[in-house]
């Protein structure tokens, strides 16, 4: 095995070899290696980042699992009050995997200002509420209060305050329509202390946050009830097994929903990137291997006489192929090097410096995200690196039909 390294090793650096036909052809294939990997490891790493993001600011304003009265179900809106005082709030021991639940209310209402307005939903939360979920989404100002007594603080988004034209620390009119349409609309003042912007239109257009004892109030609700429990799973892949799990724990009077469940149209999108990044693997590999069994094959037909006078030396075809092979191993090795290096690097620089910019009305975020994995990147060098060399060891077969007489007198 030594002695075939060797060989392979000076086939590669002698300079006959370097100033040969076969030199641009190596380089070719390293190149194209080294941009395929470069090409599979961005597109693991957006395609992932895209999807792990979208899913993180669905949770952020939703939770994994949204439990509700059968009523409330297709609607945002709280209508009928659930009690709290519920087997599994505040902690929801009976399904194992779940980490966090939090009691929230919602309620449609209409801001004023003296130049516009605009329909939100108001959503009420409480001392439980994970403040964790959207405070990287905070532009600007804090994180409302609610430890202490009833006020009037509330975060609201950045695309609302702009239509609206209001600012940090700014006061605002919300009127909340009541049951009976002929009476009037409770109004209350709120105060803007946090404004955030989570990328996702869908929320920054309709949200308002702020305490749920307002809802309470309006609703004429006691302060044990809520409108909807908010459920957070440990790992997003049990969603819909914990979903499942948490229905049967749960009062026959409640309905469970996840939110693949609810945001169906968001959740089939992200599943084509899983279909592309598969499709980008399987051509990036097609294509360095085609462009290594080319190099392989000009390197066997250039090395013809050495391969004759091998074989007439006594040396076997497969310590022969093996040569090749070892040959072909190592710029696949160089290929991967370089891909790496630069595919790691172009995610590093995104993930830091958020280069590559979206727009957020199709994608949902700002820029790119992105997630890398070692586990994702060594799976993927040692899949490249088998699939290459063992449809190497096709083309290695023709050493096996030539002649010696034939390869020694060969020019």
């Not at 209310?105 to 939100?120: L, N, Q, V």
């Not at 403040?131 to 994180?143: D, P, S, T």
């Not at 609700?221 to 429990?229: K, L, M």
């Not at 890398?372 to 060594?378: E, M, P, V």
Request: net charge positive; proline share 2%.
């Amino acid at each position: 095995m030594n002695l075939e390294y060797f060989i392979a090793k000076r086939l590669l650096t002698s300079k006959d070899h370097k100033s040969s036909i076969s030199a641009p052809i190596i380089k070719i294939a390293i190149a194209a290696i080294a941009i395929g990997m470069i090409m599979m490891i961005i597109s693991i790493a957006t395609g992932i980042g895209l999807q792990q993001k979208i899913r993180e600011k669905v949770a952020a304003f939703n939770g994994h699992i949204i439990i509700s009265n059968y009523d409330d179900n297709q609607s945002q809106i709280s209508v009928n009050p659930i009690s709290i005082q519920q087997d599994f709030y505040p902690k929801f021991n009976n399904v194992e995997g779940i980490s966090h639940i939090q009691a929230v209310a919602s309620k449609a209402g209409i801001i004023r200002t003296e130049t516009s307005f605009e329909g939100i939903i108001f959503k009420g939360v409480g001392k439980d509420y994970q403040w964790n979920n959207i405070k990287e989404y905070i532009v600007a100002g804090r994180l409302p209060n609610l430890l202490g007594n009833l006020n009037e603080e509330v975060l609201i988004s950045e695309f609302l305050a702009k239509r609206l034209d209001l600012k940090l620390n700014d006061r605002f009119n919300t009127f909340f329509m009541k049951e009976n349409s002929s009476q009037k609309p409770n109004l209350r003042v709120f105060k803007i202390v946090g404004i955030f912007n989570s990328g996702f239109q869908e929320f920054d257009a309709t949200y308002v946050i702020g305490d749920i004892r307002h809802l309470q109030r309006i609703n004429k609700w006691s302060p044990t009830q809520v409108g909807a429990f908010e459920v957070f799973v440990s790992d997003f892949n049990t969603i819909q097994s914990k979903g499942t799990e948490v229905y049967q724990q749960t009062s026959s009077t409640l309905n469970t929903q996840t939110i693949v469940e609810k945001y169906v149209y968001i959740f089939e999108w992200l599943k084509l990137f899983d279909f592309n990044i598969i499709v980008i693997l399987i051509i990036m590999i097609s294509v360095a291997t085609i462009n290594m069994v080319v190099a392989l094959l000009v390197l066997i037909l250039e090395r013809t006489q050495m391969i004759g006078i091998l074989k007439a030396l006594g040396a076997n075809n497969w310590a022969v192929r093996k040569i090749f092979l070892y040959n072909a191993f190592y710029l696949i090795i160089r290929g991967l090097f370089w891909g790496n290096l630069i595919g790691i690097g172009l995610v590093l620089i995104q993930d830091y410096f958020g280069i590559i910019t979206l727009n957020p009305d199709n994608y949902y975020v700002n820029q790119a995200p992105v997630y890398l994995n070692w586990g994702y990147i060594l799976l993927l060098n040692l899949g490249t690196m088998a699939v290459c060399l063992l449809v190497l060891l096709i083309p290695s077969y023709i050493i096996t039909k030539i002649s010696p007489v034939k390869a020694i007198r060969f020019d």
